[in-house]
């Protein structure tokens, strides 16, 4: 499974942005898409993701601003009221029904303040 991010920028504190993630060579169906991203000296964290098309988890610190949907093989996360401490490298995430996990290279999204 090959999974494309795209979306990432340089935007200033306050504004928008929303990244979309596509998932291609999957035979048996994705079960769970979403992001997780990576801070500069931080661990990687889990952002948001969603299961079939309506369960889905958010971390605390971005519950209520960001909002991650999918369509079939997409995944998107919209990212509004952003700061800097979102400033990361976001990846897309995918897990097949079997339990195998993939993930994208990254985008790069850089909040000014």
């Known amino acids: 499974v090959q999974l494309q991010a795209s979306g990432g920028g340089l935007v200033q504190a306050g504004e928008s942005l929303r990244l979309s993630c596509a998932a291609s060579?999957?035979?048996?169906?994705?079960?769970?898409m979403g992001w997780y991203r990576q801070a500069p000296g931080k661990q990687r964290e889990l952002v948001a993701v969603i299961a079939g098309t309506d369960m889905t988890t958010y971390a605390a610190s971005v519950k209520g601003r960001f909002t991650v949907s999918r369509d079939k093989n997409m995944v998107y996360l919209q990212m509004n009221s952003l700061n800097s401490e979102d400033t990361a490298v976001y990846y897309c995430?995918?897990?097949?029904?079997?339990?195998?996990?993939?993930w994208g290279k990254g985008t790069q999204v850089t909040v000014s303040s």
């Open positions: 995430t995918a897990r097949s029904y079997y339990g195998l996990d993939y």
């Open positions: 060579g999957s035979r048996s169906g994705l079960n769970r």
